[in-house]
């Protein structure tokens, strides 16, 4: 498991904090999915990268934490984790791909925020008290479903998450 903390107190102009969230990239990293990354204080990748190549892309724009997809292999892979639990301000967030696995890794008291890709349908659905993010997928078309990304904005202990079509 990964733990990565980003205080808020360390941002000089602003005061939210803004998580670009991207997933299933397959190898492609879109322009417009760069241009929606920039100016975000971090990236989460949900997983499916297929090459390091897109995680050095998003390395140069933001600090970056990756989960590894059922379509990750080799060496490069495998040193990526299973999951990840950030922590924003007072926001915990879990990172894993498939939503499937998120009882696996949660010891979910206190996980505000679960963000996952594998299915390719973005998603925003609050259970629970638990905001459930999937940004879709960023890479391929796969069947008609949407070109997208999305974008936590989290202040404090507030968090709103919005989701963005990349491509008509």
Not at 45 to 54: K, Q, R
Not at 125 to 150: C, M, Q, T
Request: glycine share 8%; aromatic share 4%.
């Amino acid at each position: 498991m990964t733990s990565f903390s980003f205080a808020s107190s360390s941002l000089a102009a602003a005061s939210a904090v803004r998580i670009g969230l991207i997933s299933d990239t397959h190898n492609l990293v879109r322009p417009e999915a760069l241009r929606h990354l920039e100016g975000c204080d971090a990236i989460v990748h949900a997983g499916d990268i297929c090459e390091p190549a897109v995680l050095d892309a998003l390395r140069e724009i933001a600090p970056l934490t990756a989960v590894r997809g059922n379509n990750d292999t080799g060496a490069w892979a495998a040193a990526l984790p299973t999951h990840a639990t950030l922590h924003v301000g007072d926001v915990t967030i879990l990172v894993v791909h498939d939503i499937a696995d998120v009882g696996k890794y949660a010891q979910r008291d206190g996980v505000r925020v679960v963000v996952t890709g594998h299915s390719h349908k973005p998603l925003i659905d609050e259970r629970g008290g638990v905001l459930y993010v999937n940004p879709g997928s960023a890479g391929p078309r796969r069947f008609k479903l949407p070109i997208s990304a999305g974008l936590l904005l989290i202040d404090g202990a507030q968090v709103h998450a919005t989701l963005h079509t990349l491509t008509a």
